[in-house]
């Protein structure tokens, strides 16, 4: 069975540093990884999706990375800002389309 | 990408009473999924919603419990059936056209089982 963890589990920094979020996974076997935002009272919205061949994709200020061999995938927020708080959810898919995902890193940038 | 709805967005209901949840997309989507999140914790896949079909659940979770329908490709309903307060979630429907491609995910409907 997959297993999908995330750390930190919760973090703080002031606005304008740079973010760094880690996520791994327990079963290299995987089609892709998506990473998620979760807004309190929300629902989720895909940031970044990263095929099994790929090393890494970059939306903006967003970069994901995957290590696939190794289980593991980062993701890097460029020069934070207050409006990036919130939960990022990484998730990875396997077979029959099922997504695993992990419990989040819980994000508070500090204006 | 595709607009999802989901309703209600959120209910307060009875111990042992039913919910139906809608989810509506805006497109024709090839697969639908449900899922759960518990407070806390991260999201579990109740099921796959199939067209003209019965619905694949995962492993936990059973169709006395959670059936769900999916009478066409944009629209999917699912119901907790029996409720007690450990059925307290965010229920979550996710859509996708085809694998390597993003899942998209409506707002969510959270419940409260009093």
């Known amino acids: 069975k997959q297993e999908v963890t995330q750390i930190p589990a919760a973090l703080s920094v002031p606005e304008g540093e740079n973010l760094v979020l880690n996520c791994s996974f327990t079963d290299s076997a995987i089609y892709n990884l998506q990473w998620f935002r979760q807004d309190p009272g929300k629902g989720l919205t895909s940031l970044l999706l990263?095929?099994?061949?790929?090393r890494e994709q970059t939306s903006g200020r967003l970069n994901a990375s995957l290590d696939k061999s190794s289980g593991r995938s980062t993701l890097y927020i460029a020069a934070s800002q207050p409006g990036d708080s919130a939960t990022y959810l990484c998730a990875v898919q396997g077979g029959n389309n099922r997504l695993a995902f992990g419990k989040g890193n819980q994000v508070v940038v500090i204006p | 990408s595709a607009v999802i709805s989901q309703k209600p967005s959120r209910d307060i209901c009875q111990r042992g009473t039913s919910l139906t949840i809608q989810c509506q997309v805006d497109?024709?989507?090839?697969?639908m999924f449900w899922y759960r999140q518990q407070p806390g914790q991260s999201l579990t896949l109740i099921a796959t919603?199939?067209?003209?079909?019965?619905?694949?659940?995962e492993s936990g979770f059973v169709i006395d419990k959670f059936p769900i329908s999916r009478p066409n490709l944009t629209f999917s309903t699912l119901t907790v059936s029996n409720m007690s307060p450990e059925d307290s979630s965010i229920y979550l429907c996710?859509?996708?056209?085809?694998?390597?491609?993003?899942?998209?995910f409506g707002d969510g409907t959270r419940l409260s089982i009093l």
């Open positions: 497109s024709q989507v090839t697969m």
């Open positions: 996710s859509v996708g056209q085809q694998v390597n491609q993003p899942q998209h």
């Open positions: 919603a199939n067209q003209g079909s019965e619905a694949t659940y």
């Open positions: 990263i095929q099994s061949s790929q």
